[in-house]
Antibody, heavy 116, light 110 residues
Framework: EVQLVESGGGLVQPGGSLRLSCAAS????????MNWVRQAPGKGLEWIAH????????YYADSVKGRFTISRDNAKNSLSLQMKSLRAEDTAVYYC?????????WGQGTLVTVSS | QSALTQPASVSGSPGQSITISCTGT?????????VSWFQQHPGQAPRLMIY???YRPSGVSNRFSGSKSGNTASLTISGLQAEDEADYYC??????????FGGGTQLTVL
């Protein structure tokens, strides 16, 4: 069964940094574009970053551009999101999801809380 | 990167049909047939229900259907069941090569 598992979430102070990871199993990782999608507590889904299968094409939402960096290691079937200059409004569950024009499958999410 | 517009809530009785709309612009919904719909139950990750406007992934009930007209896409659920009660989100690819979600619609099965 195709599986995506996020890790790396936690509590971080405003202005701090955090790195999220997403481990993929049971599918041909290099064939899939990947995304990070977040959901603030009680709010809707927000797409924040996309990377192509070969890592050459990357796109960000304006809300995170210049602060977050998406990357992938196809040899390790792994996706990452480096987050810096974190703000309270970045508090959310962060999901990784596969696909270039849709999102499937999804991981279970990892919670990031930005608070002092 | 404005969010797509969805009604905040819809409701229906078991057995009835409901439709959720998703309105975008000529830069997203109106430009591409790359609209998807997701179902999310509380505490769970979203689940893909419809992709490319009207296609159902394997395992999704044929009670779920999608369509599009101009800048507005729609999700119809027929034969409502209690298990359909959830939040529903649309998404679209955009001319900026970004992706955008709708604000979400809470479906209540009365």
């Amino acid at each position: 069964e195709v599986q995506l598992v996020e890790s790396g979430g936690g509590l971080v102070q405003p202005g701090g940094s955090l790195r999220l990871s997403c481990a993929a199993s049971e599918f041909t990782f290099t064939s899939y574009d990947m995304n990070w999608v977040r959901q603030a507590p009680g709010k809707g889904l927000e797409w924040i970053a996309h990377i192509s299968g070969n890592g050459r094409s990357i796109y960000y939402a304006d809300s995170v551009k210049g602060r977050f960096t998406i990357s992938r290691d196809n040899a390790k079937n792994s996706l990452s999101l480096q987050m810096k200059s974190l703000r309270a409004e970045d508090t959310a569950v962060y999901y990784c999801a596969a696909g270039w024009r849709s999102f499937d499958p999804w991981g279970q999410g990892t919670l990031v809380t930005v608070s002092s | 990167q404005s969010a797509l517009t969805q009604p905040a809530s819809v409701s229906g009785s078991p057995g009835q049909s409901i439709t959720i709309s998703c309105t975008g612009t000529s830069s997203d919904v109106g430009r591409y047939d790359y609209v998807s719909w997701f179902q999310q139950h509380p505490g769970q990750a979203p689940r893909l229900m419809i992709y490319d406007v009207s296609y159902r992934p394997s395992g999704v009930s044929n009670r779920f259907s999608g369509s599009k007209s101009g800048n507005t896409a729609s999700l119809t659920i027929s034969g409502l069941q209690a298990e359909d009660e959830a939040d529903y989100y649309c998404s679209s690819y955009t001319t900026s090569s970004t992706r955008v979600f709708g604000g979400g619609t809470q479906l209540t099965v009365l």
